[in-house]
């Protein structure tokens, strides 16, 4: 069986609860509401209405932050509609400090990895608009898997690499800040996206997963 044990430095299951099992850290829940997951299970993911500007604030970690400049983030996603920019999660104040956000605002037609270094000049990984992009597929569940190596970043949809690569700017680094890690809300300097639809099962690496990890994960 494949490791997805080793290097979990957080994960939030959503069932119906803010909660993150590894750090045991129980986050504010603003008007998120539980819903059935992608195997059709009432209560065992969350969703986010944007207009009631739902999201999850699960405060600061250092687990949170990916100072390596290595890591997978993991999840599954639900989006209702792409009008309008939504942010999955993220860790970053509006008006600073920054670290990043997995958004559609480059593109509401697809997720990017947004990141930046805490003073939010520049990025760590690409250049503005990003490469590494998953396509948003409406009223569905999805799997998204953002990996970097320390050198680039790419992104697996469904377990399925996708083409765009954001290479490292070596000159850079993610610092690790007070920011709070929040669930359905994020964006880049002085906005906040707000996510419309499900999200479930939301894991940070501090280490690059294997293909064979991901497409276990997309199994379970």
Partial sequence: MPDISSGLVAFFPLNGMAFDSINNIFGINHKATSIKNRAEIEGMAMNFYRVDTAFLNFGDHSNYSLISNQFTINCWVCPVDSFYSGSILSKRNPWGPFEYSLDNHFSHSVFNFDNWPSDGNGTVYGVDPLNASSYLK???????????????????????????????????????TDAPLMIGVGGGFGVNYYFNGGIDDVRIYNRVLTEDQIKYLLEK
């Fill in 138 to 176: 409406l009223n569905e569940w999805h799997m998204l898997s953002f990996i970097a190596d320390g050198s680039t970043l790419r992104v697996y949809s469904d377990g399925i690499l996708e083409e765009g690569i954001d290479d490292r700017n070596m000159s850079r680094s993610f610092n690790d």
